[in-house]
């Protein structure tokens, strides 16, 4: 028979657990759900185009990114256990006066992402990560290394809706059966392959790419790298990182003249897919370090993101490392 994503939750449930953490993810759940029965409906209705409002990005925001937002802070407002939401469409955190034996955990997410995508019927998604509290102050709360993340995951909003999930041991995706409206588990303990074929960044900006970019770039049409390659771009993180997750390959999104640090955010985009990229075997960095490493100062801050199969990040990373002198020899 099926196990639903609450099932597989339940067993991988310590014994004596307080069942808190099991509920809480039900409120991702059940808020990701209704996400996604909008978007389905989404030319049916008239909750495409832009709400009217800059958000704290400095982006337009989407009817469907404000519909989302307000899903995820009511559904997980509304369980004990939250103590603080961080979601990319508020500029503070959303804090509950609750003792820390019951507001345990501080949420970020990104709750559409790709949103630009939304208008043209191409997928979007919702990232997620979950912190335990560990101090008062909530806005320092959210401020923690990628290492300390409970779990993460996204829901990929696609041909069929799938979950992505890891609470460290292992990865692993749901699809959701709309027959019965759950969550189904339908890939196993997934692994990225060690080598892809392809790249993934937006070719657009190559000349404005730091020059080990480029040149890494530039190898990879050529041949150099051993394996001929193609390049893919959706332009919506998630299903990027989604295909890059089942093919391999390497997604890029370098610093660039617009965006000097880069345009992802690393506590909702960044370190959620670098925890489930290094669980399913790939490698996740800022170009240089490793994402799950970096110390965040704010809650919206950027980054560079390179992240995919070993191979690739690895022949990046020669780039990255060799002195500019040989790398123009
Ligand atoms: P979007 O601007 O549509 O919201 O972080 C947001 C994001 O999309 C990512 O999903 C996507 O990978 C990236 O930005 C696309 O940026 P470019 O248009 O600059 O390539």
Redesign the pocket.
């Known amino acids: 028979m099926i196990t639903t994503f609450q099932q597989h939750i339940l067993q991988q449930q310590v014994a004596g657990a307080s069942g808190d953490f099991s509920w809480l993810l039900s409120g991702i759940t059940l808020a990701t759900k209704m996400i996604e029965a909008r978007i389905r409906a989404a030319g049916l209705s008239d909750i495409l185009g832009a709400a009217g409002q800059i958000n704290v990005?400095g982006?337009t925001q989407q009817k469907l990114d404000v519909y989302a937002n307000q899903a995820l802070l009511h559904c997980l407002g509304l369980r004990e256990s939250v103590f603080a939401l961080v979601s990319?469409e508020n500029e503070q955190p959303v804090i509950f006066d609750r003792a820390p034996e019951h507001g345990k955990y501080v949420i970020v997410f990104?709750p559409?992402?790709?949103?630009?995508?939304?208008d043209v019927n191409v997928n979007?998604?919702t990232i997620f990560s979950i912190f335990r509290r560990n101090e008062q102050d909530a806005s320092h709360a959210a401020l923690q290394q990628g290492l300390a993340q409970v779990a993460a995951g996204y829901v990929l909003y696609g041909p069929s809706t799938v979950l992505v999930y890891t609470s460290g041991r292992g990865v692993y995706g749901f699809t959701l059966d709309p027959s019965i409206g759950a969550y189904v588990l339908s890939h196993e303990k997934m692994k990225m392959p060690r080598q892809g074929k392809y790249y993934s960044?937006?070719e657009?900006?190559l000349a404005t790419f730091p020059e080990p970019y480029q040149l890494y770039i530039e190898s990879l049409r050529n041949g150099e790298a051993g394996r001929e390659y193609s390049s893919r771009?959706?332009?919506?993180?998630?299903?990027?990182f989604h295909r890059t997750l089942l093919k391999g390959g390497i997604?890029l999104?370098p610093p660039?003249i617009?965006?000097p640090e880069g345009?992802?955010?690393l506590l909702y985009?960044a370190n959620p897919l670098a925890f489930i990229a290094e669980q399913a075997g790939g490698m996740a960095l800022d170009g240089q370090q490793r994402i799950l490493s970096l110390r965040p100062r704010k809650i919206h801050q950027r980054t560079p993101l390179v992240l995919g199969s070993p191979c690739e990040v690895e022949s990046f990373l020669q780039f990255a490392e060799r002195p500019a002198l040989q790398r123009l020899a």
């Open positions: 990005q982006e990319e990104d559409l992402d790709g949103s630009s995508n939304i979007v998604g960044c937006n657009a900006n771009y959706i332009g919506s993180l998630v299903a990027d997604f999104y660039t617009s965006h345009k992802l955010r985009e």
